[in-house]
């Protein structure tokens, strides 16, 4: 008998098919895409999606957005079944239509914004929550109406307007009407303050085109969290074009801070109450009752619009031949961009 046929060296055959090996379940484990270690899922979540190692924040549902920022089952939402049509009949690599039905299934969401009423730390706001999910975020024209809408909701009932951004722009398969939205939106937020009602936003990564050209750099307060992409045309874009390198942490929420553009980069754990303080902040003294001296029921009296575009009073004058004793060259500019950051609408209010 030869000897590879002996019995001993049966062992060598291929062994009898065994059940499949137990495999890790797949949503157990996340991975960080900045620093790719890898963390338990639920830990990732209880986080708010911020990984514990190297602070980087995930994208966040508009659902998940709500759940962290408003008070349970405060949000009443509004317009819900607002849908976009195939205005253009457009075609691209599959006709819109078709994309927005495959979105609308993938996602679960209607459109790439969520309007409604809310409360945060029991102060009543009107807000627009943008979804990344559904076509990158972009603007089209049911995104500017909702936005619109939640903002006229907010003159009508006196409450402010609270905007989370996230979005890669207008939407190009609704071409002109995605950009009308832009004039639109804006002109809301105009009456907005001049029914002196505050306006915060709230820009998460990425935050970009058209929404940061029109309301989501309308802000009385911007926040942003960090290390968020904000801003017009993206980083690659610019270097083409003006052939230059960029500097480091360029339209990143620390960069664009620095620059004067946001007012707050928060971390997504403190975001709430940084929120829940500005609007007791904003509020003004009469809704807030820190203003205990002032007779109740009596108004003050509004500031002429004159005054305020060109203040005439005795205390501006102070302020401005103050601003003057500083070099000529810094001196206007502060004088300009204080009156229009602190000026007088808001500080009397
Ligand atoms: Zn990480």
Not at 63 to 80: H, I, S
Not at 130 to 137: L, T, Y
Not at 214 to 229: F, N, Q, T, W
């Amino acid at each position: 008998m030869p000897w590879y046929r002996k019995p001993q060296f049966s062992s060598l055959r291929p062994r009898e098919p065994q059940e499949s090996p137990q495999r890790v379940p797949d949503g157990l484990w996340h991975r960080c895409p900045a620093c790719l270690s890898i963390i338990y899922a639920r830990d990732f979540t209880d986080n708010l999606k911020v990984c514990p190692s190297c602070g980087f924040h995930e994208k966040l549902s508009s659902e998940e957005r709500l759940a962290m920022l408003v008070d349970d089952g405060t949000f009443d939402e509004c317009d819900a079944n607002v849908s976009s049509i195939d205005a253009l009949g457009f075609v691209d690599s599959k006709p819109y239509p078709e994309r927005l039905a495959a979105m609308k299934k993938r996602s679960g969401l209607v459109d790439a914004v969520r309007c409604g009423t809310s409360e945060i730390g029991g102060q009543r706001v009107s807000l627009a929550v943008m979804d990344f999910a559904f076509v990158g975020g972009s603007m089209g024209s049911v995104v500017g109406e909702k936005v619109t809408r939640a903002i006229e909701r907010a003159i009508e009932l006196r409450i402010p307007m609270l905007t989370v951004v996230t979005s890669g722009g207008a939407r190009m398969q609704e071409s002109t009407y995605s950009l009308m939205q832009m004039a639109k939106t804006s002109a809301a937020l105009a009456r907005l303050d001049d029914a002196r009602l505050p306006h915060i936003v709230i820009l998460t990564n990425p935050s970009t085109a058209g929404v940061m050209a029109s309301y989501g750099s309308l802000g009385d307060v911007i926040i942003a969290e960090p290390d968020a992409l904000i801003g017009f045309a993206g980083p690659r874009v610019i270097e083409q074009t003006i052939r230059q390198k960029l500097p480091r942490g360029f339209q990143r929420s620390e960069f664009v801070k620095e620059h004067g553009f946001v007012d707050i980069v928060c971390e997504r754990a403190h975001l709430r109450d940084t929120v829940i303080t500005l609007l007791g902040l904003l509020r003004g003294p009469h809704q807030a009752g820190i203003c205990a001296e002032l007779p109740t029921g009596e108004e003050e009296e509004p500031i002429p619009a004159e005054e305020r575009v060109a203040p005439q009073g005795k205390k501006r004058a102070t302020k401005v031949k103050a601003t003057t004793k500083k070099p000529a060259k810094r001196g206007s500019t502060q004088t300009k961009s204080s009156k229009k950051r602190v000026g007088a609408p808001r500080a009397s209010r």
